[in-house]
């Protein structure tokens, strides 16, 4: 039986302006508490993410 207990979310972003990756990370920290997936299975499995430019 698979059991899931993370989920880790990874952005791979191009093009973004060095004046715009503070608001990236900014939305980062809070856009899983506004996503109605993450909402409905959180607490029961942590969701992270994490930003790469290119």
């Known amino acids: 039986m698979l ?4 989920i880790h979310v990874e952005y791979r ?3 973004v302006a060095e ?3 503070e608001t990236v990370e ?3 920290t809070f856009h ?3 996503c109605p ?3 409905s299975i959180a607490p029961q499995i ?6 790469e430019y290119v």
């Open 32 to 34: 899983a508490d506004k």
């Open 26 to 28: 900014r939305v980062l």
């Open 13 to 15: 972003l191009a093009g």
């Open 37 to 39: 997936v993450a909402r």
């Open 3 to 6: 059991v899931v207990k993370r």
């Open 46 to 51: 942590a969701i992270t993410t994490s930003v």
């Open 19 to 21: 004046e715009q990756r």
